[in-house]
């Protein structure tokens, strides 16, 4: 033992005496500090500017974020003389007990949820780790190992334990206790965070450590529930699957949180109950079961087995007593028993042991209820729960309550007598009109007590070994969604080999958030084919394989390409001929002989997407000529209403064959790279499976009569889209800033504007705010209702223009943001460094009616009825100065299309003497003269004329046009007398697709409406509206991509150095130099007017200037047909 002193020590001689003096920190005096300590490596605690501006004469431990050095830490026990501190001089001094640190609540920033925070006093946060000790654990330094000191005893702090054991602790210190230092050590009280991220959970009143748990599923109000608050959901074969998608998500949602090692279902049976004998009018208001989700049931049982999930039902009694039965004996075996229900009934089970998982807002989010959070929210116990109910009533079951009497007064009165015969032993208590309806209610409330009782003595066995959780038939559970398409569902599918009888983990009280679902792509079904076996190809080898390919005269190709970038690379090539496949790496570039072979014609080449295929090649210094199957193309052609077509989904389904994924960074392995074997799986992999795919669909494509579109239309538009995304358009930087700011000043203008009209600040971005102010404040009419309440979105405040002046602010603020945010600011961000331009990717197999879609960014989305939507066009310019733009578009095309298809002989006429449409409709609706229709009429006639193409009914032209729906149905009326052919279409066009299940345009193009026959009014609906408009715009779109073929050929065999860079609706933009502008605008003019032979001249409207906005007409309109 060191001998006693009198005060602080000099270190030993080891270290510089000029280069220390004693400590100044007020805690501990009795030590000594670097007057410069020096640095050792990167310290997580050096970040803090207050600890880098600490004075130099403390200490490192007081400098609250400094590490100390390596040097001076203490070696193992008994301790030499340390060289900062001498030995404890005195006994009371070793025992002299540490201050406890200071606290006070510290606010984060604004984004972040507000919480608890230490900050301890400067004087009292030294935390010298010879007296701190870090763990018990022994930590090894460049000296050796070390065992620390014992900890010293410490006063327990008031604030770090509540009453109940509750540890109201801070997030920031949990990396302190992570380095173990005993100032805080680890409490078993320490709650969990709740998955939400907001504030604590308090655990659960039950602490008894769970071995196993269980999960009972209400089956029937789960689906009822999602049934009605999922959307309408429709695969592409017609099945109606929003109830089976929402069950399934829970069933996931509750496998994932709940980790039950135990697991059933319960279901009603389709017969009389107890309580239905018992009282009549027991569920008597609902509605019998709707045709469409009658279906869905046999799907979520067929999920059900598919998990192995037992399923109980007993006669006479419903799914909630076959659940309050089985609940019990779990809990008389000492299982942890957590209730999935779509309602509240069962909170009436909830024990110590027993919990309620329930969902809330819609069916996203959901709530676990133990006894504290149903006392939370109620004042109450979960017995007196049965009583409440029966005295507030439940209409959704149809048990009448006491009249007057709602949720807080009930929860209220329970809460003061305990139960039901408290209340009525004390009615002389209560207010004239409660005691009333009370005394001449309490029969009715006594047997509305007994109707919501569950019943838990059933004679239903709860079988352990039948319930319990070992593996499932994944194989089963993914066909089943895949013939359900419900592909985001897939990657929250629990491993097959899952270890589900580990010990249950601890379930606390919490709010589970809205959870995102992952759009990925469908997991392939087990591979039945057997695996490819590909050969990798070396340069030496290069020139024998394309020999071979060329003499078997056709192959399929696979590009492995990296997409991560602006630009697709090529990292190698699959080929494969039949069973047999070949990788060739191109780190070099494209080896000469496969090169020379992509380039021949007279050899037939088969691609999954080749448009981002040849790019990607095109960049690498090759290119693909003679292609003659594009399998995502075919596979768009033959079902257009598919969401995805993918090569694995593809594969998988059809073939039976596995494309294997590549894998990709993740947090576990950041730097993750495919390896090249795992590049040459794929790749051959995918060069067969195109291979295969496209014998099967040739033969589908000549079954479907769809040939001739594949050959004629979607093929050759594969070289225009190539060509138009690698030229991409030039856009003016500085003018987007300039506008930018512009509309950042407008922007912060109407934000005042809008505070000065409610008399109050409020969110305009704020969904949540907008709700208060528009229907709690300002008491305006509510739309529909969504998951976070009332919906604010255009639809609704379009309904609300004129209600009061702050919608059109809200409205006018919206399309300003809108603009600013998506192309002021963000058109910038997606400019190319190398060519300054904007390089948009087409999308050829989205739009369900044939048309082209853009994406990165989205220029089929900006306005151009605006006038600031015209501005943003203005930012769209010719790449130099001694070129312009060119654009050509289609005057009217669709409604010269409806005139082709009902061969309407007013239409007709109209378009063949060249008159405007418009104001002859106009005429015709208001019953005056051409010469004399106004603005406004012709406005109306105009949006009449459109709106037939797409459906529109007389509250859509009413709400519109903002004129009464008597005068709108008039129009419409009048309308359909004048052109009575096109009243013939549209039901001939219904009855077809009623019959056929599909429509298709004047070349064939089909689109399957499954929803025809909906008995869901809004879904039928819908589907009509399709039915009519698809193929119009589908023949228009066929027609755009026709021209833009015959533009492109024109192209190539003229001398004209323009070139075509964006396709937007019916509308060509090229870039041309100013000396071939009369004779682009001719070729233009020509090759589009004469794409197709209508019974109407196809016009072409051509127009030229520095930018897309400022344009000047071109007098060359052309028309090939007339």
């Known amino acids: 033992m060191h001998a006693p002193s009198a005060g602080p020590a000099w270190p030993s001689s080891a270290e510089p005496r000029d280069s220390l003096r004693p400590c100044r920190c007020p805690f501990r005096r009795d030590h000594w500090s670097h007057a410069s300590p020096p640095r050792f490596g990167w310290s997580p605690f050096a970040r803090s500017r207050r600890s880098r501006a600490r004075p130099r004469s403390y200490c490192s431990s007081y400098r609250r974020r400094s590490r100390h050095s390596r040097a001076h830490r203490a070696p193992a026990l008994p301790p030499p003389p340390h060289p900062r501190r001498p030995p404890p001089s005195t006994p009371q001094e070793v025992a002299r007990p540490r201050?406890?640190?200071?606290?006070?609540?510290?606010?984060?920033?604004?984004?972040?949820?507000?919480?608890?925070?230490?900050?301890?006093?400067?004087?009292?946060?030294?935390?010298?780790?010879?007296?701190?000790?870090?763990?018990?654990?022994?930590?090894?330094?460049?000296?050796?190992?070390?065992?620390?000191?014992?900890?010293?005893?410490?006063?327990?702090?008031?604030?770090?334990?509540?009453?109940?054991?509750?540890?109201?602790?801070?997030?920031?210190?949990?990396?302190?206790?992570?380095?173990?230092?005993?100032?805080?050590?680890?409490?078993?009280?320490?709650?969990?965070?709740?998955?939400?991220?907001?504030?604590?959970?308090?655990?659960?009143?039950?602490?008894?450590?769970?071995?196993?748990?269980?999960?009972?599923?209400?089956?029937?109000?789960?689906?009822?529930?999602?049934?009605?608050?999922?959307?309408?959901?429709?695969?592409?074969?017609?099945?109606?699957?929003?109830?089976?998608?929402?069950?399934?998500?829970?069933?996931?949602?509750?496998?994932?949180?709940?980790?039950?090692?135990?697991?059933?279902?319960?279901?009603?049976?389709?017969?009389?109950?107890?309580?239905?004998?018992?009282?009549?009018?027991?569920?008597?208001?609902?509605?019998?079961?709707?045709?469409?989700?009658?279906?869905?049931?046999?799907?979520?049982?067929?999920?059900?087995?598919?998990?192995?999930?037992?399923?109980?039902?007993?006669?006479?009694?419903?799914?909630?007593?076959?659940?309050?039965?089985?609940?019990?004996?779990?809990?008389?075996?000492?299982?942890?028993?957590?209730?999935?229900?779509?309602?509240?009934?069962?909170?009436?089970?909830?024990?110590?042991?027993?919990?309620?998982?329930?969902?809330?807002?819609?069916?996203?989010?959901?709530?676990?209820?133990?006894?504290?959070?149903?006392?939370?929210?109620?004042?109450?116990?979960?017995?007196?729960?049965?009583?409440?109910?029966?005295?507030?009533?439940?209409?959704?079951?149809?048990?009448?309550?006491?009249?007057?009497?709602?949720?807080?007064?009930?929860?209220?009165?329970?809460?003061?007598?305990?139960?039901?015969?408290?209340?009525?032993?004390?009615?002389?208590?209560?207010?004239?009109?409660?005691?009333?309806?009370?005394?001449?209610?309490?029969?009715?409330?006594?047997?509305?007590r007994e109707l919501a009782t569950i019943v838990t003595d059933l004679p239903v066995t709860l079988e352990l070994d039948r319930t319990r959780r070992t593996t499932y038939d994944r194989a089963a559970v993914l066909e089943l969604f895949r013939d359900l398409e419900f592909r985001s569902l897939v990657p929250r599918l629990p491993p097959a080999d899952q270890n589900l009888a580990a010990p249950a983990p601890t379930v606390t009280t919490q709010m589970v958030p809205r959870g995102g679902q992952m759009q990925l792509g469908l997991e392939p079904a087990p591979a039945v084919a057997p695996p490819v076996e590909t050969a990798l190809v070396a340069d030496v080898d290069a020139d024998k394989v394309a020999t071979e390919l060329r003499e078997l005269g056709a192959f399929a190709i696979h590009a492995d390409m990296d997409t991560s970038g602006r630009h697709p690379l090529l990292v190698g090539l699959g080929l494969a001929v039949g069973d047999r496949a070949w990788y060739v790496p191109t780190p070099d570039g494209v080896p000469g002989p496969i090169a020379e072979l992509l380039l021949d014609e007279t050899v037939a080449k088969t691609a999954h997407d080749a448009k981002t295929a040849r790019r990607a090649l095109r960049r690498a210094g090759a290119d693909v000529r003679g292609l003659s199957m594009d399998t995502m193309i075919a596979s768009y052609l033959v079902n257009a209403s598919r969401r995805y077509h993918a090569l694995e989904d593809l594969a998988a389904e059809r073939l039976k064959l596995e494309v294997p994924a590549l894998p990709v960074p993740d947090r576990k392995d950041p730097y993750r790279t495919a390896t090249l074997d795992e590049r040459l799986v794929r790749a051959g992999a995918g060069a067969v499976a195109a291979a295969r795919l496209g014998e099967q669909f040739s033969a589908e494509l000549e079954r479907l009569n769809l040939e001739r579109l594949y050959r004629d239309v979607e093929l050759p538009l594969v070289d225009v889209l190539v060509e138009m995304e690698e030229a991409g358009i030039a856009v003016d930087t500085g003018y987007l800033r300039s506008l930018g700011e512009e509309f950042a000043r407008e922007v912060a203008r109407i934000e005042q504007e809008a505070f000065a009209v409610v008399g109050h600040e409020f969110g305009l971005n704020s969904p949540k705010q907008l709700q208060s102010l528009l229907f709690e404040e300002l008491k305006l009419p509510r739309g529909r209702r969504t998951g976070t309440?009332?919906?604010?979105?255009?639809?609704?405040?379009?309904?609300?223009?004129?209600?009061?002046?702050?919608?059109?602010?809200?409205?006018?603020?919206?399309?300003?943001?809108?603009?600013?945010?998506?192309?002021?600011?963000?058109?910038?961000?997606?400019?190319?460094?190398?060519?300054?331009?904007?390089?948009?990717?087409?999308?050829?197999?989205?739009?369900?009616?044939?048309?082209?879609?853009?994406?990165?960014?989205?220029?089929?989305?900006?306005?151009?009825?605006?006038?600031?939507?015209?501005?943003?066009?203005?930012?769209?310019?010719?790449?130099?100065?001694?070129?312009?733009?060119?654009?050509a578009d289609y005057s009217q095309i669709e409604l010269r299309v409806l005139a082709h298809v009902s061969q309407d002989p007013a239409l007709l006429d109209a378009f063949r003497s060249g008159a405007d449409i418009h104001r002859r409709t106009a005429a015709a609706g208001f019953g005056v003269s051409e010469s004399a229709v106004t603005r406004e009429q012709r406005d109306v006639a105009k949006m009449l004329n459109f709106g037939i193409i797409y459906g529109m009914s007389d509250f859509g032209l009413a709400w519109r046009m903002q004129m009464p729906r008597e005068e709108a149905q008039r129009f419409i009326d009048e309308y359909f007398k004048r052109y009575g052919q096109v009243r013939r279409y549209v039901l001939e066009t219904k009855a077809f697709c009623v019959e056929q299940g599909y429509v298709e345009t004047l070349l064939g193009r089909r689109r399957y409406i499954p929803d025809m026959t909906s008995r869901v009014n809004a879904v039928r609906n819908a589907a009509e509206r399709m039915a009519i408009n698809m193929p119009i715009q589908g023949t228009a779109a066929d027609i755009m991509k026709i021209a833009m073929a015959r533009v492109h050929r024109a192209l190539h065999d003229s001398d004209l150095h323009a070139r075509v860079l964006l396709q937007v609706h019916d509308e060509l933009v090229a870039e041309v130099p100013r000396l071939e502008v009369e004779r682009m605008a001719r070729l233009l003019g020509d090759e589009m007017s004469g794409a197709y032979e209508l019974d109407v001249p196809l016009v072409v409207d051509v127009r030229t200037g520095p930018n897309w906005d400022e344009m000047q007409r071109l007098e060359v309109t052309a028309t090939a047909n007339a």
Not at 810 to 825: N, P, V, W
Request: glycine share 6%.
């Open 789 to 887: 309440g009332f919906s604010t979105d255009a639809t609704v405040l379009e309904e609300l223009r004129g209600a009061h002046p702050v919608i059109e602010k809200i409205l006018e603020y919206r399309e300003i943001e809108k603009l600013r945010s998506t192309y002021a600011e963000g058109l910038g961000g997606l400019v190319d460094p190398e060519t300054r331009r904007v390089h948009t990717t087409f999308e050829q197999t989205v739009a369900a009616t044939g048309r082209l879609s853009s994406r990165a960014p989205n220029l089929q989305n900006i306005p151009i009825r605006t006038p600031l939507g015209r501005r943003i066009r203005r930012a769209f310019v010719a790449g130099s100065t001694d070129r312009v733009l060119v654009a």
């Open 99 to 448: 201050r406890p640190p200071r606290l006070r609540v510290i606010r984060n920033t604004p984004r972040q949820r507000p919480r608890r925070r230490l900050q301890a006093r400067r004087s009292t946060s030294c935390r010298h780790r010879r007296w701190h000790r870090p763990s018990s654990r022994p930590r090894a330094t460049r000296r050796g190992a070390w065992t620390p000191d014992p900890p010293r005893p410490r006063p327990r702090s008031a604030i770090s334990r509540s009453p109940r054991g509750f540890r109201a602790e801070p997030s920031n210190l949990r990396s302190i206790r992570s380095r173990g230092c005993g100032l805080f050590s680890a409490s078993p009280s320490r709650p969990s965070r709740s998955s939400s991220g907001g504030g604590f959970a308090r655990p659960s009143r039950d602490t008894r450590k769970v071995t196993e748990r269980l999960a009972l599923i209400d089956s029937n109000s789960l689906i009822y529930r999602a049934f009605f608050a999922v959307p309408p959901l429709t695969t592409t074969k017609g099945e109606l699957a929003n109830a089976t998608f929402g069950f399934a998500s829970i069933l996931l949602k509750s496998l994932e949180q709940v980790t039950p090692q135990h697991i059933a279902a319960a279901f009603d049976l389709p017969v009389p109950t107890f309580r239905r004998e018992m009282e009549p009018t027991y569920k008597a208001t609902r509605k019998p079961m709707p045709d469409d989700l009658r279906p869905q049931f046999e799907r979520c049982k067929q999920l059900l087995e598919a998990f192995g999930i037992p399923m109980y039902s007993l006669p006479g009694f419903e799914a909630d007593d076959v659940i309050g039965a089985l609940a019990r004996q779990a809990e008389a075996k000492g299982l942890e028993t957590i209730i999935v229900s779509g309602d509240l009934d069962p909170l009436q089970l909830v024990t110590p042991l027993i919990k309620l998982m329930t969902t809330r807002q819609g069916f996203q989010n959901t709530v676990i209820y133990d006894e504290e959070m149903i006392r939370q929210r109620y004042g109450l116990r979960p017995d007196q729960m049965v009583d409440f109910k029966a005295l507030k009533g439940d209409a959704t079951d149809n048990i009448p309550g006491v009249p007057g009497v709602g949720e807080k007064t009930a929860a209220k009165l329970i809460a003061e007598h305990k139960n039901l015969e408290g209340v009525y032993a004390d009615l002389g208590g209560y207010t004239p009109r409660l005691r009333e309806s009370l005394a001449a209610n309490k029969d009715q409330v006594l047997r509305s």
